[in-house]
Nanobody, 124 residues
């Protein structure tokens, strides 16, 4: 049984928007910060955004700051990534993941459960 399931990816033109969702099981979700990462072909997986359990603290990669917004609905066990002003360089598979209780927020090793990913393609 998958612990985290992403959805909402697709093909969009440059300047467009997409909203990704990540649904989690209760045990996976409750009490943990969650993050979004992305991986483009031939590149390493990179940090995009993170949100604390309460939602009061959010952190973004410089490359998406001001364009992307991470949020969560704890009643629905779901975390979201609103992506605006998308550019071709945002093309990647996007993953949500659960942040361990220790470790740096932007390192993949600090995340233990991962979703299967959802493809985002931005055309120029």
């Amino acid at each position: 049984q998958r612990q985290l399931v992403e959805s909402g990816g697709g093909l969009v033109q440059a300047g467009g928007s997409l909203r990704l969702s990540c649904a989690a099981s209760g045990r996976t979700f409750s009490g943990y910060a969650l993050g979004w990462f992305r991986q483009a072909p031939g590149k390493e997986r990179e940090f995009v955004a993170r949100i604390s359990w309460s939602g009061s603290t959010t952190t973004y990669a410089d490359s998406v700051k001001g364009r992307f917004t991470i949020s969560r609905d704890n009643a629905k066990n779901t975390v979201y990534l609103q992506m605006n002003s998308l550019q071709p360089e945002d093309t990647a598979v996007y993953y949500c993941a659960r942040n361990r209780l220790s470790g740096s927020y932007n390192s993949t090793s600090s995340y233990d459960y991962w979703g299967q990913g959802t493809q985002v393609t931005v055309s120029s």
